[in-house]
């Protein structure tokens, strides 16, 4: 997935990147690398953000996520 891929999508998903990389079981660092390409996501992540394009999201993770962060 690339790195304009990744960030298109956790904006798409209303996450900011601590939100999303909480979602993720990620550091903020992480997101922030890969959004720069610095990096990538390993194949267990790339199957999640997958998982997270084609809108398999269940409601309870989002709202983990964003209560993680507050």
């Known amino acids: 997935m690339s790195p304009e891929r990744i960030k298109a999508l956790r904006n798409r998903e209303g996450f900011n990147q601590p939100q999303f990389a909480a979602l993720l079981g990620v550091e903020t660092r ?11 996501p390993k194949r267990p992540l790339r199957i999640l953000l997958e998982m ?18 507050r």
Not at 30 to 40: F, N, S
């Open 52 to 69: 997270i394009d084609a809108g398999e999201l269940p409601d309870r993770y989002r709202a983990r996520a964003l209560e993680a962060t």
């Open 30 to 40: 992480t997101v922030q690398r890969w959004e720069r390409g610095a990096i990538g």
